[in-house]
């Protein structure tokens, strides 16, 4: 049986400042300590036990590299459970875990909330001329490109390269229904062409097809393998390969999906005919193929384009969740998935102009389009990729996407409420609630763990194994009515909450 599919999303935002030279690391402090300075709870973040490059294949990198000592960094845990930090010279918001897909999408909307938050109170600080802007997107344009990545619960025993094989299929194609869309062509070489448009921010960038990288010769399927919860029991699956969506009903259907593949992929059913052949190139050819038209080679040695892969797929998910007692979602929210996935798919096959409001690609596009046919501009104008940043802005003022009234799941009040109240339903709930009512007792926090000072006695660390223990039903009473950080472990050491080892 499927694994539950929680989930999260990591995004790295890309960030200018105007006006003085600043290094980037120095500009992204500014933007976390910001929203530190503010009177919102958090708590540091404790990454000595993360192993980035720990590789699922028995490989770890920092065999082979110098220790790197980042005086600058800034890493805190959120009242709503999430981790805000400084990471490769960008501000970084990584959503508390979510058992389910609205709480994904919610939780990463609470992201933008906080970087824009946190980037209004830090230009207030700047002197006169001096200005930080950031944008939710994947490419400075000029062959650097910095991640949107997904994480997802799995079961630790599904053999990795069958895992890796299948979901490939998925995440080269899915680009149709949540690329972000960008005008250019880049490489990791640093090539860059300026003119066309394409579906990916990220496509451009991908040059192998499994391997542990994040940030040079990227994989379609990463293998980190440091999973924040129980190793013996699940894997988190480290996903780089998608786009920073500004629409959220993209970023719907993005984890919708994906969450759904993986428990088919879990439960034996993937059909199999459905294997690229080439997968580092087909997402190449995919990405720059607007038509949607172009055939991609399979591992049968058939032709398939990508929104005939797609349909195929979402058929078989249907045929699995119709059969399944549990698809790793409640049924409810599977057929919900199901539904826009499949409405999304025909639409796109007869009339893409209509997704405009939901599909940020199309919607891009679009506006490219037209301002480039009402000045009379060439391809390779740089006003069209100043309209392709400007689409991710943060600034409301000047970005073109809240300019469109993009289709939005949550109005503007519930995602506020989320950038302070962590997730109902996974151990989220604790870390954020323990956070906000005891931030000047926790020594540190991580995904997994939590370390209290209590007075007069050694450091006190609650484990949190498991993802789906700590929630509000779990453990809202105990900590409502501990009117102490003492009583508070007093009570949890009586009962099997939120890991059975605490």
């Known amino acids: 049986m499927a694994t539950p599919k929680v989930c999260g999303i990591e995004t790295e935002y890309g960030i200018l400042l105007s006006g003085a030279e600043v290094d980037p690391i120095t500009a992204s402090s500014l933007i976390v300590s910001a929203y530190k300075d503010s009177s919102w709870a958090f708590a540091t973040f404790d990454a000595s036990h993360e192993s980035p490059t720990r590789d699922v294949r028995g490989v770890n990198l920092d065999d082979y590299l110098d220790p790197v000592i980042d005086s600058k960094m800034i890493n805190t845990v959120l009242s709503n459970g999430a981790r805000y930090y400084v990471d490769h010279a960008h ?24 970087l824009r938050k946190s980037m209004n109170k830090a230009n207030e600080r700047l002197p006169q001329g001096v ?31 069958k895992l890796a094989a299948f979901i490939t299929t998925h995440f080269v194609t899915r680009q149709i229904f949540c690329g972000s869309g960008k005008v250019g062509h880049e490489a990791p070489t640093g090539v860059v062409d300026q003119s066309g448009f394409q579906i990916s921010q990220r496509a451009d960038f991908f040059e192998e097809l499994v391997g542990l990288e994040t940030t040079m010769k990227r994989p379609i399927v990463n293998t980190r393998d440091e999973p924040h919860c129980d190793p013996h029991k699940y894997r988190r699956l480290h996903v780089i390969v998608g786009d920073a ?10 984890l919708g999906s994906t969450a759904l593949v993986l428990s088919m992929i879990e439960d034996g059913m993937f059909p199999q005919h459905l294997l690229t052949a080439h997968p580092v190139h087909a997402i190449k050819q995919i990405s720059r193929d607007v038509s949607m038209s172009e055939k991609v080679l399979m591992a ?53 102009h209509a997704l405009a409001k939901k599909i940020d690609w199309i919607a891009k596009l ?46 503007d009040t519930t995602i506020a409420e989320s950038a302070h109240q962590p997730p109902d339903t996974t151990r989220a709930f604790f870390r954020g609630r323990v956070v906000d009512k005891w931030f ?34 779990l453990t809202e009473s105990i900590i409502n009515s501990s009117t102490s950080v003492e009583e508070l472990l007093a009570l949890l050491g009586q009962q099997d909450l939120p890991s059975s080892t605490l």
């Open 366 to 411: 679009q506006l490219v389009d037209g301002i480039k046919k009402r000045h009379s501009l060439s391809d390779s104008d740089s006003r069209l990729k100043a309209i392709d940043l400007m689409y991710h802005s943060l600034d409301p003022k000047v970005c073109l996407s809240s300019k469109l009234n993009l289709l939005q799941m949550f109005d």
């Open 300 to 352: 049968d040695g058939s032709r398939m384009t990508a929104l005939a892969i797609q349909s195929e797929l979402c058929a078989a998910v249907r045929r699995y969740v119709e059969a399944s007692s549990f698809c790793g979602l409640s049924h409810d929210e599977a057929f919900d998935v199901l539904l826009n996935w499949e409405q999304t798919l025909q639409d796109l096959a007869t009339q893409p």
């Open 131 to 161: 200005r930080i802007d950031l944008y939710k997107n994947n490419s400075d344009g000029k062959g650097n490109s910095y991640g949107c990545h997904e994480n997802y619960l799995i079961d630790r025993q599904i053999p990795f390269a």
């Open 440 to 473: 000047d007792h926790i020594v540190n926090a991580n995904w997994d763990s939590i370390v209290f000072d209590v007075a007069n006695r050694p450091l006190q660390k609650v484990y949190m194994n498991e993802p789906l223990k700590g929630t509000r039903k």
């Open 91 to 114: 501000p970084e918001y990584s959503s508390p875990e979510c058992a389910t897909i609205r709480d994904g999408v919610l939780f990463d909307a609470a992201g933008e909330f906080i």
């Open 245 to 254: 969506n500004m629409s959220q009903f993209a970023t719907y259907l993005k």
